[in-house]
């Protein structure tokens, strides 16, 4: 699988991890037989896994577009993985067309929002605009990812792996710079409606 990893970067001109490390050793695993799986529906996949409210990001990259702009997309599956060494997670859909442009950075930046961020989540989840009309940003300090103002945190990243999970592919970064702010509430994403938090 890492072996894979490293094709499917090398194929879109990103570049690969320049520390090897050791890989733990490879779980048993096994294809689970036709007749083991769960008639699962759809539309039931997605409104059981629904209930579980979730921190709302947009992932950045800088750029690598003919037409001179940056990348970026909504994530929701977004999460820290490792403490030692500094690592992240997000998965994006295979069918996405902003992931080939990330992939070709090697490096992103992942933009947390606060409540009152909303609309900015949205103007990323629209396939084929221009994401980045109206939207003010910097270059994150390592990366030079976009780091779009007034987020109230964000991580600095390098693509160490990646991995396929069914119809998504999950990404690793290795986290170069970070930082955020005690101020604000986060954006929450709960059953298809945003929401903020209260204890």
Same mark, same amino acid.
């Given at each position: 699988?890492?072996?894979?990893?490293?094709? %499917?970067?090398?194929?879109?001109?990103?570049?690969?991890?320049a520390?090897? %490390?050791?890989?733990?050793?490879?779980?048993d695993?096994?294809?689970?037989?036709?007749?083991?799986r769960?008639? +699962? $529906?759809?539309?039931?996949?997605?409104?059981?896994?629904? =209930?579980?409210a979730?921190?709302?990001?947009?992932?950045?990259?800088?750029?690598?577009?003919?037409?001179?702009?940056?990348?970026g997309?909504?994530?929701?599956?977004?999460? !820290?993985? !490792?403490?030692?060494?500094?690592? #992240?997670?997000?998965?994006?859909?295979?069918?996405? @067309?902003?992931?080939?442009?990330?992939?070709?950075?090697? #490096?992103f930046? +992942?933009?947390?929002?606060?409540? $009152?961020? /909303?609309?900015?989540?949205?103007?990323f989840? +629209?396939?084929?605009?221009?994401?980045?009309? /109206?939207?003010? %940003?910097?270059?994150?300090?390592? @990366?030079g990812?976009?780091l779009?103002?007034? +987020?109230?945190?964000?991580?600095?990243?390098?693509?160490?792996? #990646?991995?396929? /999970?069914? $119809? =998504?592919?999950? #990404?690793? /970064?290795?986290?170069?710079a970070?930082?955020?702010?005690?101020?604000? $509430?986060?954006l929450?994403?709960h059953r298809g409606?945003?929401?903020r938090?209260?204890?």
């Open positions: 699988m890492a072996a894979t990893a490293v094709r %499917y970067l090398r194929s879109v001109g990103a570049p690969t991890a520390e090897p %490390y050791d890989a733990l050793p490879r779980p695993l096994r294809a689970v037989g036709a007749d083991e769960l008639p +699962v $529906d759809a539309a039931e996949f997605r409104s059981v896994l629904g =209930h579980f979730s921190g709302v990001t947009v992932i950045t990259a800088p750029n690598t577009d003919p037409e001179g702009r940056p990348a997309f909504a994530c929701q599956s977004f999460a !820290s993985l !490792s403490l030692d060494p500094p690592l #992240v997670t997000f998965m994006v859909a295979r069918t996405s @067309t902003t992931w080939p442009r990330i992939a070709r950075a090697g #490096v930046c +992942v933009n947390i929002l606060g409540a $009152d961020q /909303g609309d900015l989540c949205r103007g989840a +629209v396939s084929g605009a221009d994401k980045f009309a /109206g939207v003010g %940003y910097g270059p994150a300090p390592v @990366t990812s976009p779009l103002d007034s +987020v109230p945190a964000w991580i600095d990243c390098r693509i160490q792996t #990646v991995h396929t /999970g069914g $119809d =998504h592919l999950i #990404v690793v /970064g290795r986290v170069e970070l930082g955020g702010t005690d101020e604000g $509430d986060p929450l994403f409606r945003f929401g938090f209260s204890p």
